[in-house]
């Protein structure tokens, strides 16, 4: 009788591609899919470092699985990702009953991992450097057959204060362009018809490889791809936003209409103390541009509250150019501090009470602002993606707009993994309702 193995991924997308490929290798090592930790001969952890309150979790969790362990010394227990390759040994310290664990760089190493757990009786782990296996060229087991990850490069360049990506990621490390092609090609040959491009800086694709950014020439070539009908993509940055990518993006027939696209805060001084290469006034003429170009272009963003040294002046200023942007939707954090950034140990960071005021301004501002822009869609025929049933009513099902607005629809006949024409009948800030056209 197969293993079972159940995995428990936190964080962002590039995590969910990675728990894709680790799924994949367990699979294809014998291991079968279990619906519940409780039932499975394998529990792993996909770890997260981008936030404070990631790390409190998982340890938390790896609290709660020890009396689990007890009651069950068979069960194998992993951990891998992001705050493995920060912490390394420390897991294994503060968790002795865990069996494995690995680093971002040692996704591929997994079975070997747990092969010599088995035959030492002791645990193991892996925390290499440097990638030289990239996640999408592992085998995969997709949750979706109709939607696909697409990494492009991994790891980030850029030196932000407050950010942790390049020290558990690395360097950019850039797949050659024709890999990437191949694999849409594979994907969309067996039934996918949307990919969502991945990298921490997507921009500067393939500027290691050639010298110069690849990203505009790969999404013109992606609208040569028979079968493919929707391509996202994330991460980019606003400094290395060119003409060309805008130009690529607005003749395209399968690049979506929809942008993320990070500001972190509307202040110049606080900008220049994150280290971000672009002011308030040049992000929002590009965002400018980018909407001139293309029609009905969507808009989400990050932004982040109370980082050291954030003045009521500066917030001001945030919620100033989120008035000016109109995102559709905007991902808002409390910052946190993260060892080896150079923003942990800044001056003047900023009291809990303060940040918490601060944040709960800015989610009530764009919340209304997202309320206004899907009110603006009342009436409208849009295409969405039927990506499955509601999660909250058993009669409905959820879509997607390629402006990547979430739209509920009585589920008919509609079929998870096909497109359906629709006209939207109501509106709320996170999602809108349609009915059938």
């Known amino acids: 009788m197969s293993k079972t193995y159940f995995i428990r991924t936190y964080g962002c997308q590039m995590n969910e591609h990675d728990s894709e490929r680790i799924a994949g290798l367990l699979e294809m090592n014998g291991y079968a899919r279990a619906q519940d930790p409780e039932s499975a001969d394998l529990v792993l952890f996909n770890t997260c470092a981008i936030r404070e309150n990631a790390d409190k979790k998982l340890y938390g969790t790896l609290g709660q699985m020890k009396r689990v362990k007890d009651a069950r010394p068979e069960l194998r227990i992993a951990v891998g990702g992001c705050q493995v390759q920060k912490d390394k040994s420390l897991v294994l310290e503060k968790a002795p009953w865990v069996d494995v664990a690995f680093g971002t760089f040692s996704v591929a190493e997994l079975p070997r991992l747990l092969r010599e757990r088995e035959a030492t009786g002791v645990p193991t782990f892996e925390f290499a450097e440097q990638t030289e296996t990239f996640p999408s060229a592992l085998p995969a087991r997709r949750d979706d057959p109709f939607h696909a990850w697409v990494s492009v490069s991994v790891g980030c360049d850029n030196a932000c204060t407050f950010c942790i990506v390049p020290f558990v990621r690395g360097p950019q490390v850039s797949r050659r362009l024709r890999d990437v092609l191949d694999e849409v090609r594979r994907l969309a040959e067996v039934g996918v018809v949307e990919v969502t491009l991945l990298g921490q800086n997507v921009n500067t694709y393939g500027r290691d490889l050639d010298g110069k950014p690849l990203f505009a020439d790969l999404l013109r070539a992606l609208d040569h791809i028979d079968g493919l009908r929707r391509v996202r993509f994330t991460s980019p940055h606003p400094h290395d936003f060119t003409p060309e990518v805008i130009d690529a993006m607005a003749s395209s027939r399968v690049v979506c209409e929809h942008i993320h696209f990070p500001l972190q805060s509307g202040s110049d001084r606080v900008l220049k103390r994150m280290r971000r290469s672009y002011r308030s006034a040049r992000y929002l003429e590009t965002l400018s541009i980018m909407r001139g170009a293309i029609r009905d272009l969507a808009v989400s963003t990050d932004i982040i509250v109370g980082f050291p040294g954030e003045t009521d002046e500066d917030f001001q200023a945030t919620l100033h150019v989120v008035e000016e942007a109109r995102f559709d939707s905007a991902y808002t954090f409390k910052y946190s501090i993260r060892p080896n ?59 997607r707009t390629r402006t990547n607005k979430i739209v509920h629809v009585a589920a008919g006949e509609l079929m998870t993994g096909t497109f359906a024409d629709v006209v939207i009948g109501d509106a709320h800030p996170h999602h809108l309702d349609g009915i059938l056209a």
Do not use: F, W
Request: hydrophobic share 40%.
């Open 341 to 399: 950034t150079e923003a942990a140990s800044m001056p003047d960071q900023v009291a809990a009470e303060i940040v918490a005021e601060r944040y709960e301004r800015l989610v009530g501002l764009q919340e209304r602002i997202a309320l206004e822009k899907n009110r603006e869609m009342v009436g409208r025929h849009v295409e969405v993606l039927v990506e499955g049933c509601s999660k909250k009513d058993a009669t409905r099902v959820t879509g």
